[in-house]
């Protein structure tokens, strides 16, 4: 199985997850956001942090507050049209998104007007790059930001991110990953567990893992410590069951300084299984860019 393993140990995109994706088996399991706790109602990460529901396929991604109307996320959550996603608020995605309670709808549900990815973000010319994908993006989104909720506060110095500072995230993605060996053969419609991340296999479909992911739509929060600092992303080291996972992408990384926590970080990217490295977009290294757009958005 190590062998087998390690062929996935390469980067993909922390996507939206697909919470139609199921499988049962008997498998090898981490769990943890990964290895995370629930967000408390009443912490200050809370009251910054959005989730972001596309309506058409079903999938899952978080953001963070920074002004009236407007959400900061990664650039590959908004490869859609503005009418497909929901800004989410509340700490269960499920139990908000489906409440037939129209005041709840009203209260905490908000239609998205506009998105405003980095210009300089590919997402098939990315995988030739290691690092610097410019994995940023602006969501504009109606009514007001509901009692409670407040504009999460940026880190103005990245001098303090250096290798091994203990950093915290958050985001309504994946808390449970479980894998087993198949053959490809006895899986139907392959080309599809494919597209779906349900299956993974090398480049000839011979070694192949039925991948199933769970506990999303509800948000925690996690610490780890960075790895490498790079111009405009920070990799965090992951491997001790602590990090981001399928539907974090495009939410928050903090630093604390003073008893306060300061966003620095963009969920962006990870090894396939959640289990060795987190790459986040530096959104200090993209500030002049976030205050452009977000005059563009007014």
């Not at 399991?29 to 596309?54: C, E, F, H, K, P």
């Not at 091994?164 to 567990?193: L, Q, R």
Request: glycine residues 8%; hydrophobic residues 40%.
């Amino acid at each position: 199985m190590s062998r087998l393993i390690s062929l996935f140990l390469v980067l993909s995109l922390l996507s939206c997850t697909n919470q139609k994706s199921a499988f049962n088996a008997d498998v090898s399991t981490r769990q943890g956001i990964m290895g995370g706790q629930l967000v408390a109602a009443n912490s200050s990460l809370a009251q910054g942090i959005v989730a972001i529901y596309d309506t058409k396929d079903h999938s899952i991604c978080t953001g963070s507050l920074i002004g009236e109307g407007l959400v900061l996320t990664a650039a590959h959550c908004v490869q859609t049209k503005p009418a497909n996603l929901k800004i989410v608020f509340g700490l269960d995605l499920d139990e908000t998104i489906n409440a037939r309670e129209p005041d709840i709808q009203a209260e905490y549900v908000r239609k998205v007007l506009a998105l405003l990815p980095h210009e300089d973000y590919d997402q098939e010319a990315n995988y030739d790059k290691k690092t610097d994908w410019s994995d940023i993006a602006l969501i504009k989104f109606s009514g007001s930001i509901p009692e409670g909720y407040k504009p999460v506060e940026f880190l103005k110095d990245d001098s303090v991110l250096k290798r091994g500072t203990t950093v915290k995230v958050a985001g309504f993605g994946v808390t449970k990953v479980e894998y087993s060996a198949i053959d490809a053969k006895d899986v139907p419609n392959i080309e599809e567990a494919l597209q779906y991340g349900e299956v993974m296999c090398d480049d000839k479909n011979k070694n192949c893992l039925k991948i199933e992911m769970s506990g999303d739509g509800i948000l925690h929060e996690t610490e780890a410590p960075v790895a490498s600092v790079h111009e405009t992303e920070v990799i965090l080291d992951e491997s001790k069951g602590h990090g981001t996972c399928a539907g974090d992408s495009g939410g928050p990384a903090f630093v604390e300084s003073n008893g306060k926590f300061f966003l620095f970080g963009i969920t962006s990217r990870g090894s396939v299984m959640c289990d060795r490295i987190g790459i986040y977009t530096n959104a200090v290294q993209f500030k002049k860019w976030i205050t452009d757009g977000m005059n563009k958005l007014k």
